[in-house]
Each structure stands twice: as structure tokens, then as C-alpha cells.
């Protein structure tokens, strides 16, 4: 079981960046899967998450309207399209799963048992 992050990197504030995570030993779309982040010195929290199944989507208030999350079942693969970024955006932003079925809403306020290494986005001047 792999989960590798990939698209982080620096944005000024009002970008946009794509970040992919590419899942192996388990299919993509037959799990809820999602995104966390972790600022420093902050607890580390959900930002969206989707489901098994029904493949519905869940936002954190704070990036409501500008991430979108989407899965590739051909590429096993799930994004985090963020848009309108800004500083308080800033953070490492880890791709996780429990790699079972399950809400998307559910895995959100959990904590998954399977976890990429992460990617740091900067939202920067």
C-alpha cells in the first residue's frame, strides 16, 4: 500500500496548483480517499475528502469554492485542484486513506491508517 504526493511547490497568493497522489496496492475508486494539511505549529486537519461508491465530496469550510477534488480510476490517481490561493493555504498537504470503503465525510474528521509522505505548498509574495 503507496501513496505518493506530487505538485506542491510556491504560488503567490491568487494561484493556482494541481496536487495528484498516485495510490498503489489498493484501487482508487473503491476507497474514500482525501487530502489533509498541516500547518506549523497547527493540528493537522481535513480538507476534502471523497467517497467510495457514490464518489461524494466533502470540503473543509475554509476551502469551500476554491479546492475541487477528483479521482482518475484509470490512473488510480486522486487531486486537489486549489484555486484562489492563499497564505493561510500554506502547508504540507498529505494525501491519505483508511483503504476501505466509507464517506469521504467520515475519513475527513478521522485519522487514516495509510498516509503519503507529503508536499509543501507555499502561498507567497
Known amino acids: 500500500v503507496q501513496l505518493v504526493e506530487s505538485g506542491g511547490g510556491l504560488v503567490q497568493p491568487g494561484g493556482s496548483l494541481r496536487l495528484s497522489c498516485a495510490a498503489s496496492?489498493?484501487?482508487?475508486?473503491?476507497?474514500?480517499i482525501g487530502w489533509f494539511r498541516q500547518a506549523p505549529g497547527k493540528e493537522r486537519e481535513g480538507v476534502s475528502c471523497?467517497?467510495?461508491?457514490?464518489?461524494?465530496?466533502y470540503y473543509a469550510d475554509s476551502v469551500k469554492g476554491r479546492f475541487t477534488i477528483s479521482r482518475d480510476a484509470a490512473k488510480n490517481t486522486v487531486y486537489l485542484q486549489m484555486n484562489s490561493l492563499q497564505p493561510e493555504d500554506t502547508a504540507v498537504y498529505y494525501c491519505a486513506t483508511d483503504g476501505d470503503y466509507g464517506l469521504g465525510s467520515y475519513l475527513c474528521s478521522s485519522l487514516p491508517n495509510y498516509w503519503g509522505q507529503g508536499t509543501q505548498v507555499t502561498v507567497s509574495s
Open positions: 471523497i467517497s467510495s461508491r457514490d464518489a461524494t465530496t
Open positions: 496496492g489498493f484501487a482508487a475508486d473503491y476507497i474514500a
